[in-house]
């Protein structure tokens, strides 16, 4: 059974950083590409980074593109999102998400409904 569980959310003040990290579990973390996305209540939930199955290629929303870093740590089973220069607007809760392919994909993902597994999300604030 596939798990990813997020941690290091949190408060923080505008310019400030975070590290988020998304620990998976059940299933062979080679094989996924993987993602965060988030959302705000009220709102469906957004595309934030993507990264393929090696952790070799990655992209992002035009919103966080410079200030936000995705990696994946295919020895660990773990991928982070480094949220550098915060601003109130990226207040939001933050969901990993996971799709298994194979270790050759070299494809990151953008859409939502291609992702098979997601974690429970975890909650970041940035005062202004």
């Known amino acids: 059974q596939e798990r990813l569980v997020e941690s290091g959310g949190g408060l923080v003040q505008a310019g400030g950083s975070l590290r988020l990290s998304c620990a998976a579990s059940?299933?062979?973390?080679?094989?996924?590409?993987m993602g965060w996305f988030r959302q705000i209540p009220g709102q469906e939930r957004g595309f934030v980074a993507g990264?393929?199955?090696?952790?070799?290629?990655?992209g992002y929303a035009d919103s966080v593109k410079g200030r936000f870093t995705i990696s994946k740590e295919n020895d660990k089973n773990v991928m982070y999102l480094q949220m550098d220069r915060l601003e109130p607007e990226d207040t939001a809760v933050y969901y990993c998400?996971?799709?298994?392919?194979?270790?050759?994909?070299?494809?990151?993902?953008?859409?939502?409904?291609?992702?098979?597994?997601w974690g429970q999300g975890t909650q970041v604030t940035v005062s202004s």
């Open positions: 059940g299933f062979t973390f080679n094989n996924s590409p």
């Open positions: 990264i393929n199955a090696a952790g070799s290629g990655a």
């Open positions: 998400a996971g799709l298994l392919t194979s270790s050759l994909d070299e494809y990151y993902y953008t859409e939502r409904d291609m992702y098979e597994f």
